[in-house]
């Protein structure tokens, strides 16, 4: 009944648009016939932690593609002063580690790489040309407490996004990348939220969280507006926990709300914000209880976005997990 309550909830919200790329915590396996303890999920948080002194570590590549917008028409859009970039696709390769502080208290710490795709809609003589950029990402040190564990787990989640990321990328004409298309933000974002999970019959494993992301102003004045995102997921294994290879379906859905931008310019950017959900399928494979591999394609199944947007067309998430 609880899950059937949280699911409705999900539905009751609206969603952010800058789908920002979070690496999938890894963690250990359920184990044991009558435990609650539920399996990672690949695109959301669940509460179940790994033990006292358990290690992870793991590898996530994150890749966006974007419905990009022709580069005349972006061109005059951007003469009109309307906050578009000419995004074509992105890439995130992440770096986790995880360590299980107390029997319910987790951190993890992530470290991306990120590399951005776009066209030039500045300037007429390289109107359409390709621009790159890339480089080290924010940092990313997330705490897990489980602070419930009958008849289902509960966790609160807390953490802090550091601006480690490079913001000095400058295109082919010389010229400073705009905020948004830099590796790192330079601010420093805080996060907070809510997992609730539980197995059921050995194989299932069922989930739904909350999470709100403060963003504060980060390079050349821009601050990105405050995230809420609402998930809820459930998990299939062919075989009972705790028994190697198995073979899980997973099947999610991630629903992501932001409010506007604001710039140096402008009080609340126009074109930013907005609704977006995503229905994600995947699969995670388990060769023994220290290694796996996973990976999801999160569909965009509705993009209300605020003003000019280059809409999400395709991601694909995919990694290895790692315990110890």
Do not use: C
Request: proline residues 3%.
């Amino acid at each position: 009944m609880i899950f059937f309550i949280l699911f409705l909830m999900l539905f009751s919200q609206t969603a952010w648009a800058h789908h920002e790329s979070l690496t999938p915590v890894t963690q250990r396996t359920a184990a044991g016939e009558n435990s609650i303890s539920s399996e990672a999920l690949i695109n959301s948080p669940v509460a179940t932690t790994m033990g006292r002194s358990a290690l992870s570590f793991g590898f996530t590549f994150d890749y966006h593609r974007y419905n990009s917008i022709p580069a005349d028409d972006a061109h005059r859009l951007h003469h009109q002063d309307r906050d578009v970039h000419g995004k074509n696709h992105e890439e995130f390769y992440h770096l986790n580690a995880g360590y299980g502080v107390l029997e319910d208290v987790d951190l993890y710490l992530t470290a991306p790489i990120v590399a951005k795709n776009s066209i030039d809609i500045h300037s007429h003589r390289s109107l359409g040309q390709k621009e790159y950029a890339s480089g080290f990402g924010d940092m990313r040190l997330l705490g897990k407490y489980r602070f419930w564990k009958k008849g289902a787990e509960a966790a609160l989640l807390a953490g802090i996004k550091f601006p480690t990321g490079r913001t000095d990328e400058r295109q082919a004409s010389s010229e400073k990348f705009e905020a948004e298309q830099q590796a790192g933000t330079g601010s420093w974002d805080g996060e907070f939220g809510l997992a609730v999970s539980r197995s059921f019959k050995n194989r299932i494993s069922v989930a739904s969280s909350f999470q709100y992301f403060l963003k504060t102003e980060g390079g050349q004045g821009h601050e990105a507006g405050d995230v809420f995102r609402t998930s809820v997921g459930i998990s299939r294994s062919l075989r009972d926990f705790g028994k190697y290879p198995n073979v899980s379906a997973v099947l999610e859905l991630n629903n992501e709300w932001a409010l506007k931008d604001r710039s140096r310019t402008q009080r609340r950017v126009f074109d930013s914000g907005g609704t977006s959900i995503f229905l994600a399928p995947g699969i995670n494979a388990s060769f023994n209880p220290h290694v796996s591999l996973f990976a999801a394609i999160p569909v965009p199944i509705y993009q209300n976005l605020g003003g000019e947007h280059e809409e999400l067309r395709l991601e694909v998430l995919a990694g290895i997990a790692l315990s110890v």
